[in-house]
């Protein structure tokens, strides 16, 4: 399975003239939204925090330790998850802080909250003490009424909307193989769209509904592949491994999480070809692959500006106490989205990580 837990280093790159902003200048209009480990009381707590795209005006929007924050289409909701007292729980709050709503909790997990594409339901992975561990998807609206259970069998994740809200794209694991499957929002008609006997897992969907992007790992490390929604025309885009690879216990890295760009043509991911992993971006029909970001610790976390002309994401930096390093934590960045004029826009000790932009 892909390797968790973000993040690497970056640096500020010498002002090359790019094609989105005048020389040496990112000038973005839009705010950010992010996870901010604060330290409070000798613990970390993972908050929710807001700012200006520049890195100014840092302000809490939730105080809770929370997972990443979901961005309602509207941009004016987020949906998180909380652990708090032996369970997980799901809200919503508007994007000023006010009005936080509950929606679930679960004793074991409860995580991955999915927007609709018109806002209305939030659709959410859930496991509340399975006997085997098995995770499955649901369904509410974003009033917290109306919830439904959308499979029972199998360990089910990542779930997705079609954007036309015509299906549901999520994975399936039957403890043997992982399938992307299909299903009505009401949850029947499920169908396998991902080729028998072979592992996929990951699905992104093109915000113009006719591709979707996936992982798996049956070729010797994790690849990026993308078919049509239903299922034809598999292709792969991706094929380099991790080159220094010493943990036997778990799957050599290649290549995770793609990003669609707003207009479909490119997917952003992360790869583990230099060992830590750094950000790449490569057209839909797998030509024009680039490296965006050389560090020698870890960049992940990518997330488009609505526009596409740039990139944030989580970076890990180190922190010194003079000439000697002491400390390694992950700082927000942005980037032009061909990797120019790499800037820092958080300093937070504790680290700063799962950025979502938010247009102005």
């Known amino acids: 399975m892909k390797k968790y837990f973000i993040i690497a280093l970056a640096f500020i790159s010498s002002c090359q003239k790019s094609i ?4 040496g200048t990112i000038n973005v209009k839009g705010e950010i939204l992010y996870i901010s480990n604060r330290i409070i009381n000798n613990n970390p707590v993972r908050q929710i925090f807001i700012m200006n795209a520049d890195g100014t005006n840092q302000r809490l929007i939730v105080d809770k330790d929370s997972g990443p924050p979901v961005l309602s289409h509207n941009k004016k909701r987020v949906a998180f998850t909380t652990y708090e007292n032996l369970y997980t729980y799901l809200y919503v709050i508007d994007i000023d ?8 909790k679960a004793r074991g997990s409860c995580h991955s909250p999915v927007w609709s594409p018109d806002d209305s339901k939030i659709t959410f992975v859930k496991n509340d003490n399975n006997p085997l561990n098995y995770c499955d998807i649901y369904t509410i609206n974003s009033d917290g009424t109306g919830r439904i259970q959308l499979t029972n069998q ?4 990542t779930a997705s909307y ?8 999520y994975t399936s694991s039957n403890g043997t193989t992982n399938g992307i499957y299909k299903m009505n929002l009401d949850g029947t008609n499920k169908q396998l769209i991902s080729p028998q006997g072979k592992s996929f897992y990951s699905s992104s969907v093109s915000p113009n509904g006719k591709m979707i992007a996936i992982n798996s790992e049956d070729w010797g490390g994790s690849q990026i592949f993308v078919m049509n929604t239903d299922g034809s025309n598999l292709k792969q885009l991706t094929f380099t491994i991790e080159k220094n690879y010493n943990d036997t216990g778990s799957p050599r890295g290649g290549n995770n999480d793609p990003l669609w760009s707003p207009n479909s043509s490119r997917i952003l991911y992360h790869s583990y070809e230099n060992t830590a992993p750094d950000i790449f971006v490569i057209n839909a029909d797998g030509s024009g692959n680039k490296r965006l970001t050389d560090s020698p610790l870890r960049d992940e976390c990518p997330a488009w ?3 596409g002309r740039h990139i944030i994401y989580a970076a890990k930096k180190i922190w010194y106490s003079g000439n000697t390093p002491t400390y390694g934590a992950w700082v927000i960045s942005i980037m032009t989205a061909d990797g120019q004029l790499k800037t820092e826009l958080t300093d937070n000790i504790g680290g700063d990580f799962y950025p979502v932009f938010i247009p102005k």
Do not use: V
Request: charged share 25%.
């Open 20 to 23: 989105t902003d005048q020389p």
């Open 97 to 104: 802080g006010q009005n936080l709503k509950f929606l679930d």
């Open 154 to 157: 199998n360990d089910n994740n």
């Open 162 to 169: 079609l954007p036309d809200n015509s299906a549901i794209i």
């Open 305 to 307: 500006t609505d526009d």
